[in-house]
C-alpha cells in the first residue's frame, strides 16, 4: 500500500502558475510510477501526466502539453506537477496516484490521495 497526499492546489488567475506536489509513503517509492488525474465538475476523471519509477519516462495528455511538467524526487517520496499558462478549462480537483506499472489508463493505478482542488478564473 502507498498512502498518497497532494497539496499545493489554490486559486490562480488565467495565465499563471501552481506547483503541485504529492508525498507518498508505505512503500519503495523509487519502485512505483507515479501519475496525475483531474475530474472537473460533471465530467469524467481524466489523465493528466505520468512519470516511470526513475523518471525515464514521461506522458502528457494532450491538452496539457507544453504547459505542465511531470517530475519526482525519489530521495524525498515526492512527485510534482508544474503547471504553467493556466486556462479555466484547468479547473479541477487533481489527484496523485501510484501504479506497480507506468500506464495512462486510470486502472493501472492502484493507490490514489485525496485530491486538491486547482481553480483558475478568467
Known amino acids: 500500500q502507498v498512502q498518497l497526499v497532494e497539496s499545493g492546489g489554490g486559486l490562480v488567475q488565467a495565465g499563471g502558475s501552481l506547483r503541485l506536489s504529492c508525498a507518498a509513503s508505505?512503500?519503495?517509492?523509487?519502485?512505483?510510477?507515479m501519475g496525475w488525474f483531474r475530474q472537473a465538475p460533471g465530467k469524467e476523471r481524466e489523465f493528466v501526466a505520468a512519470?516511470?519509477?526513475?523518471?525515464?519516462?514521461?506522458k502528457y495528455a494532450d491538452p496539457v502539453k507544453g504547459r505542465f511538467s511531470i517530475s519526482r524526487d525519489n530521495a524525498r517520496n515526492t512527485v510534482f506537477l508544474q503547471m504553467n499558462s493556466l486556462q479555466p478549462e484547468d479547473t479541477a480537483v487533481y489527484y496523485c496516484?501510484?501504479?506497480?506499472?507506468?500506464?495512462?489508463?486510470?486502472?493501472?493505478?492502484?493507490?490514489w490521495g485525496r485530491g486538491t482542488q486547482v481553480t483558475v478564473s478568467s
Open positions: 512519470i516511470s519509477s526513475r523518471g525515464a519516462i514521461l
Open positions: 496516484a501510484a501504479a506497480p506499472v507506468f500506464g495512462v489508463q486510470d486502472n493501472y493505478y492502484q493507490n
Open positions: 508505505g512503500r519503495t517509492f523509487s519502485n512505483i510510477a
